[in-house]
């Protein structure tokens, strides 16, 4: 990874997943990824991590964004190319996100 971040608005090294909860991503994604570990798009197989636990927002009917309902996500790249998997970590049952940006409880969806 590249030089910490300084700017207020990128995660910093507090907003990292703890060790052990990489360790239980890591552990949970070997026991189901079952299938070819080649990047479908280069070709390789060498996959990192990402250390933040990311979300993905929804959109309300009016199309502004809910920061209310979103999906927990964990990234996971491709060393070589960049290329991302999504896997929702409600869904797997680690880390759920605790907050939204208004304090209160997140609400998340399966689907
Ligand atoms: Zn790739």
Redesign the pocket.
């Known amino acids: 990874m590249g030089e910490p971040r300084t700017n207020q608005e990128s995660p910093g090294a507090d907003d990292k997943l703890a060790p052990e909860l990489q360790d239980k991503v890591k552990e949970w994604i070997d026991g189901h990824w079952t299938g070819s570990r080649k990047?479908p798009?280069?070709g390789?197989s060498n996959w990192n991590l990402n250390p933040y636990l990311a979300s993905i927002l929804t959109v309300t009917p009016e199309r502004t964004l809910n920061f209310g309902r979103h999906y927990p996500t964990i990234v996971v790249l491709?060393d070589?190319?960049s290329?991302v998997r999504l896997f929702n970590s409600k869904k797997m049952g680690i880390l759920p996100i605790s907050t939204d940006c208004n304090g209160e409880e997140g609400e998340t969806e399966d689907e």
Do not use: K, P, R, V
């Open positions: 990047c798009i280069c390789t491709c070589n190319c290329f």
